[in-house]
């Protein structure tokens, strides 16, 4: 079977199936949304992350918690109440192996035992398989009485069309027969062929995540890379498109099934205004205010954020008040939670840095030294790190026990020497 690529996070990454968009715009089956058998799926644990839950799990480390670990993002409404850990666990990487699936679920508990309540994922990751490596592992500790359902906060994503547990023999047939044939989506609502964001899917990814997570509330729903529509459709339809999007999560956290959404991006807030892509915070924030109000749900945005890619801080390509601001400061103005992703950009950043950075972070390592400056940002929340494995995970955390960079120390890294 020819390879297929899974699809990414990244730009340059986002591979179109073979002939997926002409097998899609040639669907002419009717509308009829298949029953499915969910006999499978263990009963969803009830609840979600809470002030009082959040805070029971911090004290239980009461050296990570004195080291400044865990900290409130108190200019959010509801969210800022939470208690997080500065280093979140990613399962971005590795292959749908079942050998990856245990590896996963090991660092999943390992994290959740070391002092990381913040988990990430997102549908297609691994064609579903991480979202069920979280789910199984929060299962088992909350049935051990390790873990309550209320300390974790868990994340997940939709907007890209998914595999289920493996890539078909014929993946256009599948996502023709999956999708189009059961009515979830229409052809004319994809982007780029492997992209989608109307209601009617992302309805239906948020049931799956539910059913593969075990969870009957998400903390956190992302709509994945927006900016990908903007390769494609006028920037008025993008905005109606994500109007819609907001109105069904605003149904969706009033019925339950979520507490926040979000946007998770690559380059929508990283580029200059100008470019195709380009996503104004104001302007999204008033999408969610427009469909929920003054309180609305839309508390959390997550975009890469390391020593490569630190646009966040450095680059003030977003107006807020008729004022340049950088995407952490107007974040901050709007009471957004932002969630950096890409801390060691696969890898990239656990080698090879500069001298310097040891000298103004002196965390010991290279690794260790950039996910500390992410954690040591101002403004930023959470540093996500891709931690598919227990080793990844016992040695990501040892920087844990460090107190963030001051801000006077840690902005000398932008200062030429």
């Known amino acids: 079977m020819k390879e297929v ?48 839950g959040t805070a029971r799990y911090c004290s239980r480390f009461p050296e990570l918690r004195q080291a400044g670990h865990f900290r409130r993002q108190g200019s959010v409404p509801g969210a800022g109440e939470l208690w997080i ?3 979140g666990l990613g399962t971005y990487l590795g292959e749908p192996t079942a050998e990856a699936d245990a590896a996963y679920t090991q660092a999943v508990r390992l994290a959740l035992a070391s002092g990381v309540n913040l988990l990430d994922t997102a549908i297609n990751y691994r064609h579903q398989r991480s979202e069920r490596n979280i789910g199984a592992a929060v299962r088992e500790m909350v049935s051990a009485g390790e873990l309550q359902r ?3 906060v868990v994340c997940t994503k939709a ?33 780029g062929g ?28 992302y709509v994945h890379n927006p900016e990908t529509q ?26 339950g099934k979520i507490r926040y959404y979000g946007v998770a991006t690559w380059n929508g807030f990283r580029v200059p205004p100008v470019a195709r892509d380009a996503m104004s915070l104001a302007d999204t924030v008033e999408i969610a205010r427009q469909v929920g109000g003054d309180q609305h749900h839309f508390r959390f945005v997550q975009l890469p954020f390391s020593l490569g890619m630190p646009e966040a801080f450095a680059y003030r390509n977003q ?7 950088s995407l952490l400061e107007a974040a901050s103005r709007a ?20 001298q310097f950075i040891e000298k103004h972070l002196g965390a010991g390592s290279d690794g260790a030294n950039a996910i500390q400056f992410a954690r040591s940002t101002p403004g930023l929340a959470v540093a996500l790190v891709g931690m598919g494995r227990p080793e990844h995970v016992r040695e990501n955390l040892k920087v844990a026990s460090r107190p963030p960079a001051p801000p006077e120390q840690w902005s000398k890294l932008f200062e030429r020497e």
């Open 335 to 354: 009471g957004v939670m932002v969630v950096g992703s890409a801390t060691l950009s696969q890898g990239q950043l656990t080698r090879n840095l500069p």
């Open 194 to 221: 492997m992209h989608c964001m109307s209601p009617g899917y992302l309805s239906d990814q948020l049931e799956r995540s539910r059913r593969n997570l075990g969870l009957e509330t998400i903390d956190v729903f």
């Open 319 to 325: 107006i807020w008040t008729k004022e340049n601001l």
């Open 85 to 87: 850990s500065s280093i």
């Open 159 to 191: 907007g890209y069309l998914s595999f289920d547990n493996e890539v078909p023999p014929n993946p256009g047939a599948y996502f023709r027969t999956e999708f189009v044939d059961s009515g979830i989506l229409s052809p004319a609502d994809l982007a």
């Open 5 to 52: 690529p899974e699809y990414q996070d990244a730009p340059g990454n986002l591979g179109l199936l073979p002939d997926l968009c002409a097998t899609l715009e040639n669907a002419t089956a009717p509308s009829v949304r298949r029953q499915r058998l969910l006999l499978h799926y263990p009963a969803m644990l009830s609840g979600f992350a809470t002030p009082e």
């Open 230 to 255: 903007l390769g494609e459709v006028p920037r008025e339809r993008f905005g109606h498109r994500l109007r819609e999007a907001f109105a069904m999560l605003e149904e969706a956290v009033n019925a």
């Open 150 to 152: 209320d300390e974790v």
